[in-house]
């Protein structure tokens, strides 16, 4: 269980400190809706949720074996071809119905609800 909420607790984390894109307009309309992250991990389900709205509202929610554990509010702004939350850019990309926030061996892959 605590292995899981740190695992939660650290995507979290990773997801306040959003996104940078190649500041196309269409990147930017693309990222409008829900998109969803879930595990499976020692029998243990956790579930991202973020919501990006059209007036630069963010709404990220956790959850842990179906339960909401958090919700959060934020402000995003795109600026230069970056999202920015918190004053925090993170490279982020969309390919179809997956967003994939970070890179590398950090990177996330999010689905489109």
């Known amino acids: 269980m605590k292995k899981a909420l740190a695992l939660l607790l ?13 500041g196309k307009k269409d990147d930017a309309d693309a990222i409008i809706g829900t998109w ?13 949720t973020m919501q990006f709205k059209k007036d630069g509202t963010l709404i990220i929610k956790g959850y842990l ?15 230069d071809g970056k999202i920015i939350v918190d004053g925090e850019p993170e490279v982020y990309s969309i390919s179809g119905k997956t967003l994939t926030l970070g890179e590398g061996e950090d990177a996330m892959e999010f689905t489109k609800e």
Request: proline share 0%; charged share 25%.
């Open 36 to 48: 969803a992250h879930e595990e499976t991990q020692d029998g243990m389900a956790t579930k991202m």
């Open 65 to 79: 074996n179906g339960e909401e554990l958090m919700s959060e509010e934020e402000q995003y702004t795109i600026e």
């Open 10 to 22: 650290a995507a979290l984390m990773a997801l306040t400190m959003l996104v940078a894109c190649s």
